[in-house]
């Protein structure tokens, strides 16, 4: 007959506890300096800090405060807003659904470059966004006979599904 052996649970260790850090009650200084808005105030306490927790060889800390400072110098001096390109400002209202905006770009843009097909295209969106099949149909024929491949796009745009059966863009068929 086997027995079981008796097993002892051996003994678990006593958690060890990290000691603080001396430069920790300096970061959650710094740390709610950026986060209520002071952060001129918050430099001056993090980049001794993150000096200190170096030279320590703190490397928690001083990546903290190196987090934190950049956090602060951001919010001194914001990013500066960068006007983008018309087009690139004509796809964003696309993108917004704001087809009468976009159309508005677009037809200088258009004026500006009568021979890029992008353009028409995009125009054609616009119009369709805004439920003119007619003119959305027109800039897409001038679109596609300036660049065939856009055909591509035209079956794919969901901004089309709607006018995609009226016969008035019968002549993307066989394309």
Known sequence: MATKAKSTAAPKP???QALPSPHAAT???GMKLVDTGKPAEALKVLEPLL????ASGEWAIKR?????IALAQ???DPPKTVTGDP????QGHLNRREGEAALKLLDKLVKAHPGTGTLHYLRAVALAQAENAEGAAEALKK?????ADLVYLWHMEPDFAAMRKSPLFGFTEGR
């Open 14 to 16: 006593a958690p060890t």
């Open 27 to 29: 970061l959650g200084k």
């Open 51 to 54: 000096h200190d927790a170096q």
């Open 64 to 68: 903290r405060a190196q987090i934190y």
């Open 74 to 76: 951001s919010k001194l």
């Open 87 to 90: 087009l690139t400002e004509a």
């Open 143 to 147: 679109a596609l006979e300036l660049d």
